[in-house]
């Protein structure tokens, strides 16, 4: 089918008790992967592509790859703008038909962040979903890292929600982008954000989180959870295994397949990880 918006993904999951899976995307051969999962699971989903990304493609790429790729598939799919930190890429996402958006102006201090956060939302159709990051949350995607890593403070959510209308909030509570095996969920935190929060939740920093972290985010009215680092993990020890097997080797589209299989196995595991009654 057609991309759907992003609020069509959290109506769907919401009525079905699911959590969408966001998966970062870059190339053909990811974006293969991470659709071969979802008609599998029959999960909807997001795929997305955060700005440090398109600078080898373009958002017209990427749109392209992923809407073509989905025509022919039956699941409920959003393209989404990941870590839009500037108003600049968000305008960029929306014009490349991008059907939901991310707002990220979480490093800044907290009365500038929602002003910009407003601005997005006043720039995103109510028809498109946006989602906006309140507190900061650690690690690096992309080499790229906030100065300060900073919780989400629940007494701040209920102002920051009722002036921003996001469709989703992205939290920081124990949550770490990239591959950091030792992160942990604070679930005595994301319980208070819930209560305070309107919209649902979005968890960051997929990756790291243990399966009996994944399998409890529903319970805390968390909507998508991030996953990007396992993906990249996986293409490029794919290609590292194939060179370090036969340094010859020519066959460039048979380790390409074999990376989208390798793909397609670590998203479908996270989608199930999210949702252990999905089988």
């Known amino acids: 089918m057609p991309l759907v918006s992003g609020v069509d993904v959290i109506n769907e999951c919401t009525s079905r008790g ?3 899976g966001a998966f970062n995307t870059t190339n053909i051969e990811t974006t293969m992967g991470i659709v071969a999962a979802i008609e599998r699971t029959g999960v909807p989903t997001f795929i997305q592509v955060a700005p440090t990304n398109v600078a080898l493609s373009g958002y017209e790429y990427i749109y392209d790859m992923v809407s073509r790729r989905l025509a022919d598939t039956a699941v409920p799919v959003a393209l989404h703008l990941d870590h839009g930190k500037s108003l600049e890429s968000v305008e960029a996402a929306l014009a490349a038909d991008f059907t939901s958006i991310m707002i990220d102006a979480s490093e800044e201090p907290y009365d500038e962040n929602l002003r910009i956060s407003a601005i997005a939302r006043e720039m995103t159709p109510e028809s498109l979903a946006l989602e906006a990051e309140l507190g900061s949350i650690g690690g690096k995607e992309d080499d790229h ?27 920081s509570v124990g949550n770490v982008h990239g591959y950091a095996p030792d992160a942990r969920i604070d679930f005595d935190l994301l319980a208070q954000v819930r209560d305070a929060s309107t919209a649902p939740l979005v968890i960051h920093g997929g990756s790291g989180l243990p399966t009996e972290q994944l399998g409890r985010l529903a319970e805390f009215n968390v909507v998508k959870v991030n996953v990007a680092s396992d993906l990249r993990n996986a293409m490029i020890r794919t290609f590292g295994e194939a060179y370090v097997a036969n340094p010859n080797e020519v066959s460039l589209i048979r380790v ?10 670590v998203v479908e595991r996270r989608i199930l ?3 252990p009654h999905v089988s």
């Open 18 to 20: 699911l959590v969408a």
């Open 256 to 265: 390409s397949k074999d990376a989208v299989a390798a793909i397609t196995d």
């Open 273 to 275: 990880m999210l949702n």
């Open 145 to 171: 890292g906030p100065e300060e890593e900073l919780s989400t403070d629940p007494a701040q959510v209920p102002d920051f929600v009722a002036a921003v209308r996001p469709d989703m909030l992205a939290v």
